[in-house]
């Protein structure tokens, strides 16, 4: 047999294969970010006849991460991609071969800490959609380890919830019969040796699946092992709890790799943990030094801003002696009395309920707040001009929702520099007996620690005139 079909000889061809760097690029751009330009030569193409294949090739993929292509033709013929509202890495297919020829990553416009902060305060509320498409080449060591362990905890804590007992069959050696007794073993073995009373016996018995448990033993120790170079920020250690929670779960017991060979069964919970073990042991689903490239995936970072948010005014509402009003609690529908119609229903993200008075919260990932503080209403263009204005719509149509005396309905944007620190703009609407202000309001994107979050609770005590309690 040759050297390279023994066990030792495929891991070492293994490791051989993860140290070749890719040849082929990483283009890098954050969300909402400036636009990054794609030549030709970057995928492999040539002549001026590759943009369209591109495209076509690559529609799925750039619509995951919200990416919006423009061909240009300044200095040459190009594709100008603009990121937008996801994050994430995908893989760039050639025009001719569509096969992958380079990697596309979107990262946070805040550093990964913040995104780690806010993630960990959620406890995840927003994970990212992994898998789907062919590796993206230099990813892996460019996304923290953390945001794709995450998904894979989150799929064995679901199956080892809702995990369903089989009958496995056992080897026991006993002093009474139970099962299939092995004669003659007994008379072979445990005669000659004296042990007249010991039996060995073999039954059938009600357990969870052994391979399946050592699977996740050697998952949670490699997930364990990952994360141990993350132990400062505060998501890793969230995550290096649960797993610890997970494994006494687990319990004590052999722990062997995923093998690639075995065949998926079971129910949907079942597949979705063998499915993530699988990213995990074929060096899929981390980053790390370990290879270059990584898993696909995306994450709608307007959406994480939205739980940030809702889990600051939670924060904020027992503070202020306010109750806080979850998110889908209040929805009013609207009713329309003709065929054609357009949206259904109003929705706040969330909100705070006192005596009469309701406090309503819409999260905003956008930059308005900031660009008005520096160029003013004039100074703004066209298209974020309009933006704006249906933002303000949609607030003031929120107000409407509760017939109480005083109303605040809030735009609440992320604070884009340190400068930007209680940052408000307020606007007063008076109609009859009511009361409504219309305030932008800024909160950071993640605490650095305890102390800036005290200030941003006071900022917004000051801001809506709340007393602590």
């Known amino acids: 047999m040759t050297r390279g079909r023994t066990k030792r000889g495929r891991e070492r061809a293994s490791r051989a294969l993860l140290e070749v760097p890719s040849s082929r690029p990483l283009l890098r751009a954050v969300d909402h970010g400036p636009a990054i330009r794609l030549e030709g030569k970057s995928i492999g193409a040539v002549g001026d006849r590759w943009i369209e294949p591109f495209l076509d090739a ?29 994050i994430g890495a995908v893989p760039l297919l050639s025009p001719s071969t569509r096969r992958v020829a380079a990697g596309l ?38 996304v923290p380890a953390w945001l794709l362990a995450a998904p894979v905890i989150r799929r064995l804590e679901a199956f080892l919830q809702r995990r369903k007992r089989g009958f496995y069959e056992r080897e026991e050696e006993r002093l009474s019969p139970r099962g299939q007794v092995r004669w003659s073993r007994w008379a072979t073995r445990h005669v000659p ?33 990952e994360l141990a170079s993350y132990q400062e920020a505060a998501v890793a250690r969230a995550l290096l709890g ?18 690639g060979d075995a065949r998926p069964h ?20 981390l980053g790390g030094s370990r290879i270059l490239d990584g898993m696909s995936w995306d994450l709608p970072i307007d959406e994480v801003w939205e739980a940030w948010v809702e889990a600051f005014v939670a924060e904020l509402a027992p503070r202020c002696g306010l109750r806080v009003i979850p998110r889908g609690d209040t929805t009013r529908r609207l009713n329309w009395s003709t065929r054609t119609s357009s949206m259904r229903f109003l929705l706040p993200d969330t909100g705070l309920r006192g005596a009469n008075r309701v406090i309503w919260v819409d999260a905003k990932y956008k930059a308005h707040l900031q660009l008005l503080a520096r160029k003013g209403w004039a ?17 003031l149509a929120y107000a409407a929702l509760e017939d109480v005396e ?52 006071e900022a917004w005590r000051g801001v809506l005139g709340l007393s602590a309690v």
């Open 58 to 86: 690559n529609r799925a993929h750039l619509k995951r991460l919200d990416i919006r292509a423009d061909i240009e033709v300044r200095d040459g013929l190009g594709v100008r991609l603009t990121p937008g509202a996801r």
């Open 105 to 142: 990553l979107v990262s946070p416009r805040f550093q990964w800490s913040s995104l780690g902060a806010v993630l960990g305060a959620t406890g995840f509320a927003t994970e990212p959609t992994v898998g789907g498409t062919p590796l993206v080449p230099g990813s892996a060591r460019e």
């Open 193 to 225: 040796s004296g042990r007249w009373t010991s039996l060995p016996c073999r039954f059938s018995e009600p357990d969870d699946d052994p391979e399946l448990l050592a699977s996740i033993r050697w998952t949670l120790q490699r997930l364990d092992d």
């Open 242 to 259: 649960r797993i610890a929670d997970l494994r006494f779960r687990v319990g004590e017991g052999p722990a062997r790799r995923p093998s």
């Open 266 to 285: 079971g129910d949907g919970w079942t597949l979705e943990a063998m499915q993530a073990m699988g990213w995990v042991a074929e060096h899929r689903g």
């Open 379 to 395: 100074g703004l263009d066209e298209l974020t001009r309009d933006a704006h204005r249906a933002d303000l719509h949609q607030a």
């Open 406 to 457: 005083h109303v605040d309905s809030l735009l609440v944007y992320p604070e884009l520099s340190p400068d930007d620190t209680g940052r408000a703009a307020i606007a007063t609407v008076a109609s009859g007996r009511r009361r409504v202000r219309l305030m932008l309001v800024g909160l950071p994107f993640g605490f650095t620690g305890a102390r800036q979050r005290e200030q941003a609770l």
